[in-house]
């Protein structure tokens, strides 16, 4: 039920592949709204069909976002709510309606999210990375000279990075993020949820040695582990302070790159050459 009782816009999550991880509440919205707007009314039809789901469909995507907002407006104005999906996964999560969700709140009507399967979480569980800090950047620019830029502009940044990318960009998208971003810890998934799904997990170099492949590509790749070294002395100083307090030297070490989602292994060996130049 709508918070304010009035039509609502409903933000439905698709499965990615695996139709038998769609849940039941996606299904009772899918069936009890007025209309379906679909980023391709084809590809949906093919989910409704599966569970004889009949309700009317219309188009929203990237080229008609602008009159398709306006019509969907007008429809919650004359009390019809309204599901937003995507091809597969969350609507918005590199895909279509930022536009809508915005004209929505403005006019004052209640948005819901209708929890399903992403792509992105999905890969980035089971890929071996670190997961308490990531970014999700989506797709880079298709041309590679301003997907340079991107990946410079991300060099630096500690979290783990999680792309999307199309098939027949893959390889140029890896060779580059080896190029630029050096050869880090990385995990190509493929195919998430359907018979093919497939992790290939190592590092760019080792990926950039992969070829011919086909389905829905996500890429995770470790972010940046270096640390400047007047940020290594302060990261020093807060691992003498946990000592100080009480803690064992390792604990500390741990503790700290923990929270600042540094490398244990050189905050350790900064710590120990901190300690042989201060026996000297």
């Known amino acids: 039920m709508p918070l304010n009782h009035k039509a609502a816009l409903f933000l439905v999550a698709t499965p990615i592949g695996n139709l038998s991880e769609v849940s ?3 299904l009772d919205v899918l069936k009890s709204v007025d209309v379906i707007a679909c980023e391709d009314t ?7 069909s599966h569970f004889d789901i009949h309700t009317r469909t219309i188009t929203y995507h990237n080229f008609n976002e602008k009159d398709s907002t306006k019509g969907i407006i007008k429809l919650l104005e004359n009390k019809e709510s309204v599901a ?27 948005i819901i999210t209708i929890s399903g399967p992403n ?3 999905n890969a980035l569980v089971a890929s071996g990375l670190p997961t308490s800090h990531y970014l999700f950047y989506g797709f880079l620019n298709p041309k590679s000279s301003q997907a340079a830029k ?25 060779a580059l993020a080896l190029k630029i971003l050096g050869d880090r810890k990385a995990c190509l998934a493929r195919e998430l949820t359907k018979i093919h799904e497939e992790y290939h ?10 070829h011919d492949l086909k389905g829905e590509m996500v890429l995770i790749v470790e972010g940046c582990s270096e640390v400047k070294k007047e940020d290594m002395g302060t990261l020093l100083q807060k691992v003498n302070e946990l000592i100080a307090s009480g803690y064992r030297a390792k604990e500390a070490i741990s503790e700290i790159a923990g929270i600042y989602d540094v490398s244990r292994n050189s905050l350790y060996d900064a710590y120990l050459e901190e300690k042989k130049q201060g026996e000297k």
């Open 42 to 48: 084809r590809n949906t039809q093919k989910l409704l």
């Open 119 to 121: 792509a992105a979480l």
């Open 24 to 26: 039941q509440r996606c």
């Open 84 to 110: 937003l999906v995507s091809d597969a996964g969350y609507p918005l999560i590199s895909d279509p309606g930022y536009q809508l969700v915005n004209e929505v709140i403005g006019c004052g009507f209640d």
């Open 201 to 210: 997990r190592g590092t760019l170099k080792q990926l950039s040695e992969l």
């Open 150 to 174: 991107e990946l410079e502009a991300l060099k630096s940044f500690p979290y783990t990075l999680i792309f999307y990318e199309a098939p027949h960009r893959i390889e140029k998208t890896i």
